[in-house]
């Protein structure tokens, strides 16, 4: 019988890396001083509950946690750049995070969504057509925005944390030691990394969308918010699909195109960040009782 590797994932944060398992999640981050502060956090009961066994909605749940638990990560890398007086926590923290919230929804359904209408009518396109529409401008500011935020020096650095991350993932996932040297030969991407995740969205967006049919303009944006969670839990259980089907060699073609998105959110990371990487895992990994793979997270 082939012993199944529990699932980790994480993110990228202020110069530094978050890594969750099943049980804990840890943060390392690079003081100023260079030193390396790691933070360990148990997660929520969530994740060892019934509830991240069902389909489709799991992939709320999860989300919605993971969301939070990214959020304090930031906030802690961060704060860890700063001095005291100048620290970002509780309703600062949140209001931040729903900002956030807000501004993406607007910019990446809303826009799109109003945009194409006003194509749809000018034009005298039929639906169809104006739903292929939406979702190429949703895909095109996605990919934009990726891409011109990646012109700034401390960005520049998140993606090359994250591209550590994902390195150190692929190796203990091929059973090699955690050392720097053997980490820095791992690629950069992976099929589960969030980048795909986003991706995926928009894809299915495109699909959904252009099921409904004509709408005038304002049931037409109000299912473009409504249909945000359906989204999201299509693309948590495709991604869960895709990363199991990865064993096989066919279905690798399915995850290119979310590893090709991949090379605008990572950077070669050196050898430094690795380290970062390293420690948030192997702190995380020693904290793990059990190992299993009930969490499905993405990276």
Not at 44 to 73: E, T
Not at 107 to 126: D, M, S
Not at 137 to 158: E, S
Request: with cysteine; proline share 5%.
């Amino acid at each position: 019988m082939v012993e199944r590797l529990p699932v980790y994932g994480g993110q990228a944060v202020i110069e530094g890396v978050m890594m969750r398992g099943t049980q804990v999640c840890a943060i390392a981050v690079r003081a100023p001083d260079q030193s390396i502060v790691v933070e360990i956090e148990p997660l929520s009961s969530l994740y060892q509950s019934r509830l991240v066994k069902m389909p489709f909605l799991r992939g709320l749940l999860i989300l919605w946690d993971a969301l939070a638990l990214g959020m304090r990560a930031l906030t802690f890398s961060a704060n860890i750049q700063v001095e005291e007086d100048e620290r970002l926590e509780g309703g600062p923290m949140v209001l931040t995070l729903l900002a956030s919230l807000a501004v993406s929804i607007g910019l990446f359904f809303i826009i799109p969504a109003g945009l194409a209408y006003l194509t749809e009518r000018l034009l005298g396109w039929n639906a169809w057509q104006s739903n292929v529409l939406e979702g190429l401008i949703r895909l095109g500011l996605l990919v934009g925005y990726i891409w011109a935020i990646a012109f700034m020096p401390d960005i520049r650095r998140v993606y090359g944390y994250h591209g550590a991350e994902h390195k150190t993932i692929n190796a203990f996932e091929a059973g090699e030691s955690l050392e720097v040297e053997s980490v820095m030969r791992f690629p950069r991407e992976h099929p589960r990394c969030g980048t795909a995740f986003l991706l995926t969205v928009v894809v299915f967006s495109i699909l959904i969308f252009s099921a409904l049919g004509p709408l005038p303009l304002i049931h037409r944006l109000v299912s473009r918010l409504l249909f945000i969670p359906i989204l999201a839990s299509l693309a948590y259980e495709y991604i869960r699909l895709t990363s199991w089907l990865m064993r096989f060699s066919y279905a690798r073609l399915l995850v290119i195109p979310n590893l090709w998105l991949q090379r605008l959110t990572t950077r070669e990371p050196d050898p430094a960040m690795v380290e970062v990487a390293i420690a948030a895992f192997q702190a995380m990994h020693a904290q793990e009782v059990v190992p299993d793979d009930r969490n499905q997270s993405t990276v």
